[in-house]
């Protein structure tokens, strides 16, 4: 999925009151933002050139983002590793793995892409490796 002038605008002015007129799926961001009916008397209309540069940063976040969430899940998944009442023998692995998920994020080789179809790709993570139980 690509993030749109609406997922823009929402960003750039949360609770902002505006609709838009049908738009087509394939759209480009100009047609998208002349199809918005700006509703809210409280704050001004975002600017075109300033919902571009939204769509374009939101869009270049994406597949961070979606790394955040997956990471995420992942440790908490792994949550009950860390209770003190279950130490394990290998405690230090899960430790470890829950640190470099926590890192995976920061690394240099860091560049996650997107699929087709705005889905992760995850070969384009290198995940660590999940330690046994």
């Not at 997922?7 to 047609?31: H, Y």
């Not at 998944?77 to 640190?99: F, G, P």
Request: charged residues 30%; glycine residues 4%; aromatic residues 6%.
């Amino acid at each position: 999925m690509t993030i749109g002038v609406l997922e823009a605008i929402q960003s750039l002015k949360p609770n902002a009151s505006f609709g838009m007129r049908g738009v087509k799926p394939d759209a480009t961001v100009s047609e998208q933002y002349n199809a918005v009916i700006w509703q809210d008397e409280s704050q001004t209309k975002p600017t075109e050139d300033e919902v571009t540069v939204k769509v374009t940063a939101l869009n270049n976040e994406e597949p961070a983002r979606l790394v955040r969430i997956k990471r995420d899940k992942l440790l908490t998944e792994s949550d009950w590793t860390q209770t003190r009442d279950n130490v394990r023998l290998n405690d230090s692995a899960w430790i470890n793995y829950r640190q470099e998920l926590r890192d995976i994020t920061k690394s240099a080789s860091f560049s996650p892409k997107l699929n087709d179809n705005g889905t992760l790709d995850e070969s384009s993570v290198t995940w660590p490796l999940k330690p046994s139980t």
